[in-house]
């Protein structure tokens, strides 16, 4: 299964984004990493080019929230996004923030998983989860 | 003049004609009456007559170059590419297509010398199906490529007649893959000039292979150093009567994703003061700086409409202005320059013989000072005596 991955925004967290990369290939995934500072465009249109079935965004001390809130009317100009699977994780508010409040958030703009402050193992496990489900017709898009 | 001793040199331009013997410069304004080998013989057959055919070089730029348009599947991967691949051989876009919105898309009108279809990785099929052999059947073009990915290569051949199948530009990690449709469409730049009736009459003139001017001024640009006192880095504008040319190095650009050359070459089509006239007054209307520029020129909008020497002059120097102007961060195109970083512009092309060189300074400080809010002042050189392509079609 291909998904392609990166760090949303002006955020420089190259270590977090090699670590995932390299545990995405270790449970099987074709990995197109598009490192730091990736732009959400660049996110859908690398999702197009390569066909990959999961977007995996991660992010630290909250610069997912901007860009979050444009994630909906920008996949909406997307035709044929309509079943990739929205992953984001890190760190997702400035601070240490409260899972209850912001996970809800983060599935309001669009997002399927989110993994705030969760260890990326268990993030990752959360994943083949919602493969599994959707691929047994329990989960829909 | 750096050239070789008996050879004689000619580059057909748009507008005129330069010719240039060891000891001896000339240039003529062409009759557009006249076939180019006609006008060209009548008025330098005399020169002509002395040299050997061998002994002769002709360079041309005189096709106005080729119209492109690139159906791709993404702005950020296959038309970027794409489109940088095609600015880099010398090629005119007019016209990008989102694969995703082709069948909403307008169809040109007018003939497409080249259309170029991109998208997806090789391991990535299925992108293409009827929405594009629709929308190409529309299209009248006289060449067409695919630089796709490679599992829709076969179903593209079979509904898509004369199409030229080339390796994918995009690899399997998103970079990408630039020389064989460089190389592509080089070729096919070369082969339009050579093929133009014009072009091939003049092969009764010179035994040697007639090449694009661009193509001999970008071989010069690595001996600019040695013949002016350029300070690097440095970029070249050459400002015809049908286009405008610039060549820069590299180093010059932030979002550098062609690599195999040292210098590149943008091509704005419609950006000349004679045969391009109307389409750059309509550009400099268009930009809110210009009349701010008239009045420190000492004219109104009026000059517009004036066909008199001092009104070539004006639009001589608006040129520069846009053409700074689109190079700049004050116009987010294709590709920006980091102007405060070149510490000289050589201008090359009809705008040396017009314009005085405190004439062009004048411009470049106005722009500098009002686009890039700066004191920078990049050492002007004037190549008035077509130094420049000399060097490179006797090298």
Known sequence: ???????????????????????????????FN????????????????????????????????????????????????????????????VGTGNAEEIVPKYKNYGFDIVCHQIDLNTGLDMLEEFIQQRDAGGQSK | ???????????????????????????????????????????????????????????????????????????????????????????????????QDIEEASIPSDLIDV????????????????????????????????????????????????????PNIIDDRLHIVEEELKTYLTNLYQQDIMGKQDIKDLYDITGNQIYSTP????????????KFSVVNPFILLDIGGATTD?????????????????????????????????????????????????????VTENIFADHSDKATHILMQLAIFLVLCKMSNYHQAYINLKLLAINSIVLTGGITKVLSQEEVEDIIAFFYTKILTSEHRPVTIMDTDYAIWTLGSAS
């Open chain 2, 115 to 166: 259309v170029i279809v991109v998208g997806g990785i090789n391991s990535r099929g299925d992108v293409f199906a009827e929405p594009l052999f629709n929308y190409l059947k529309g299209i009248d073009y006289s060449n067409i490529v695919y630089v796709g990915n490679e599992l829709d290569a076969e179903s593209i051949k079979a509904n898509i007649p004369n199409i030229a199948v080339l």
């Open chain 2, 215 to 226: 193509y001999i001024v970008n071989r010069t640009l690595p001996l600019v150093d040695a």
């Open chain 1, 1 to 31: 299964m291909k998904v392609v991955t990166g760090v949303v925004g002006n955020d420089i967290h190259v270590v977090a984004n090699r670590l995932i990369d390299l545990s995405l290939q270790a449970r099987g995934y074709e990995v």
């Open chain 2, 246 to 298: 610039i060549h820069y190095s590299k180093d010059l650009v932030e979002d550098n994703i062609v690599t195999e050359n040292e210098f590149d070459r943008l091509v704005f089509k419609k950006l000349g003061v004679y045969k391009s006239r109307e389409s750059l007054i309509f550009a400099a209307k268009s930009n809110e700086f210009v009349g701010e520029l008239l009045m420190h020129l000492n």
């Open chain 2, 1 to 99: 003049m750096n050239m070789s001793k008996g050879k004689l040199l000619i580059d057909v331009g748009s507008t005129y004609f330069k010719v240039c013997t060891q000891d001896h410069l000339e240039q003529h304004f062409r009759n557009f009456n006249k076939s180019i080998h006609d006008d060209l013989t009548q008025k330098c057959g005399a020169i002509i007559d002395k040299f050997d055919k061998q002994d002769i070089h002709i360079c041309s730029s005189a096709n106005g170059g080729l119209s492109t348009l690139i159906i791709g599947v993404t702005h950020t991967f296959s038309l970027k590419y794409a489109t940088n691949i095609a600015f880099n051989s010398g090629i005119n876009i007019i016209d990008t297509v989102l694969y």
């Open chain 1, 34 to 93: 598009l490192g730091v500072n990736t732009y959400l465009e660049e996110f859908f249109d690398a999702a197009v080019e390569t066909g990959a079935e999961v977007l995996l965004i991660s992010s630290l001390n909250g610069e997912a929230e901007g860009w979050g809130r444009e994630v909906k009317s920008l996949k909406r100009e997307y035709k044929d996004l309509d079943d990739l699977i929205m992953v984001i994780g890190g760190n997702l508010t």
